[in-house]
């Protein structure tokens, strides 16, 4: 199964490590944050459709709570696709209009 990130989904990774970093002045803190994604990321290649469906958001989305933020991503045959990680105290629906 290939996964990927889409380029907002990159962009959310690196607000989120610049904005964990700044704001706990310790790169450990954000780069701990960043494992945490990526070991989401590998357990969606083997578990693909483990996370709840939110298609009054968008088509086929997915998304899986992991620690303040939310993972929303698509899962097909072959592919999976890291759509956005966003904190969840935002309102999400926003960043789907």
């Not at 929303?72 to 935002?90: M, N, P, Q």
Request: overall charge negative; aromatic content about 12%; charged content about 30%.
């Amino acid at each position: 199964m290939e996964l990927i990130f889409a380029p907002l989904a990159e962009d959310d990774l690196s607000e989120i490590w610049r904005h964990l970093a700044e704001q706990s002045l310790n790169r450990g803190v954000a780069d701990r944050q960043i494992r945490r994604f990526f070991a989401v990321r590998d357990a969606l290649c083997v578990h693909p459709f483990v996370g709840r469906v939110r298609d009054d958001l968008a088509l086929d989305l997915r998304y899986l709570p992991i620690d303040d933020y939310v993972v929303f991503y698509r899962a097909g045959e072959h592919v999976i696709e890291i759509v956005r990680l966003l904190h969840a105290s935002l309102d999400v629906a926003a960043f789907f209009e």
